[in-house]
């Protein structure tokens, strides 16, 4: 009778780390609900939303305040869009759209436990639940149901920016401190880290040592930016 090996997979929390400073008397623009939501059972645990400091509203606020931004073209880049997909149809057309990152939680909200998947509280579980996505402004959306959340500019996506990430960093740092996600300044991340950084292992018995699991895709989001890639042996 053959002895299957056991294998222990260990997976280590991914962090994207940014940064970004602070001012006085600007209120940010809050188009949101505060309301807060929570799934059932083991699912993904959610806080409370957060002011989305995106906007094209609070990214001109951040821009005003922002030393030497005159040449920072805040536009509409993105949009975040919630699909209401009816059925199971419909979700796989959301899911065979290769230009989507679709998320099953809303992006702009805080999370107060993690788990593998979030299923609305509002949507029958027979159903697919809610889908969240950023969009870029020339991409087509699909022919789902959906709702336009907020018209947004990602300055870490703008090609005209690509040679400025100090002036992106200070321009973040602003709008995350008028819209109250301290969390995200300056002060809480590393200065240029803008890559997602990790390990994944697995414990082999036969050696009686973690080694690193190849070839797995990883996908890391920062509020509505993604990194997708796939892990090496290191």
Same mark, same amino acid.
């Given at each position: /009778?053959?002895?299957?090996?056991?294998?222990?997979?260990?997976?280590?929390?991914?962090?994207?780390?940014?940064?970004?400073?602070?001012?006085? #008397?600007?209120?940010?623009?809050?188009?949101?609900?505060?309301?807060?939501?929570?799934?059932?059972?083991? *699912?993904? @645990?959610?806080?409370?939303?957060?002011?989305?400091?995106?906007?094209?509203?609070?990214?001109?606020?951040?821009?005003?305040?922002?030393? !030497?931004?005159? #040449?920072?073209?805040?536009?509409?880049?993105?949009?975040?869009?919630?699909?209401?997909?009816? $059925?199971?149809?419909?979700?796989?057309?959301?899911? !065979?759209?290769? $230009?989507?990152?679709?998320?099953?939680?809303?992006?702009?909200?805080?999370?107060?436990?993690?788990?593998?998947?979030?299923?609305?509280?509002?949507?029958?579980?027979?159903?697919?639940?809610?889908?969240?996505? *950023?969009?870029?402004?020339?991409?087509?959306?699909?022919?789902?149901?959906?709702? @336009?959340?907020?018209? /947004?500019?990602?300055?870490?996506?703008?090609?005209?920016?690509?040679?400025?990430?100090?002036?992106?960093?200070?321009?973040?740092?602003?709008?995350?401190? @008028?819209? +109250?996600?301290?969390?995200?300044?300056?002060?809480?991340?590393?200065?240029?880290?803008?890559?997602?950084? +990790?390990?994944?292992?697995?414990?082999? !018995?036969?050696? /009686?040592?973690? @080694? +690193?699991?190849?070839?797995?895709?990883?996908?890391? !989001?920062?509020?509505?930016?993604?990194?997708?890639?796939?892990?090496?042996?290191?």
């Amino acid at each position: /009778m053959k002895q299957y090996q056991k294998l222990t997979v260990t997976v280590f929390t991914l962090s994207v780390l940014l940064i970004f400073g602070c001012r006085k #008397n600007e209120k940010p623009v809050n188009l949101q609900d505060n309301t807060p939501k929570k799934t059932r059972g083991t *699912s993904t @645990i959610l806080g409370q939303q957060k002011i989305n400091p995106y906007t094209i509203s609070n990214m001109l606020i951040a821009k005003d305040i922002t030393p !030497n931004s005159s #040449n920072i073209n805040v536009r509409l880049t993105h949009r975040y869009i919630k699909f209401m997909p009816s $059925n199971w149809d419909e979700y796989d057309i959301l899911r !065979n759209d290769t $230009n989507l990152i679709l998320s099953d939680r809303p992006l702009d909200y805080e999370i107060l436990e993690y788990s593998n998947s979030y299923h609305d509280p509002a949507v029958p579980e027979e159903l697919p639940t809610y889908q969240y996505a *950023s969009v870029k402004a020339e991409q087509e959306i699909p022919n789902v149901t959906h709702t @336009i959340l907020a018209e /947004m500019y990602i300055p870490e996506e703008d090609p005209e920016l690509v040679e400025k990430i100090d002036l992106v960093d200070e321009l973040l740092d602003y709008a995350y401190t @008028i819209t +109250g996600n301290y969390a995200d300044t300056l002060k809480k991340r590393v200065r240029g880290q803008t890559t997602p950084q +990790g390990k994944i292992t697995v414990y082999d !018995n036969r050696l /009686m040592s973690y @080694i +690193g699991l190849e070839g797995v895709k990883v996908c890391a !989001n920062r509020w509505f930016t993604n990194s997708i890639g796939k892990a090496d042996a290191n």
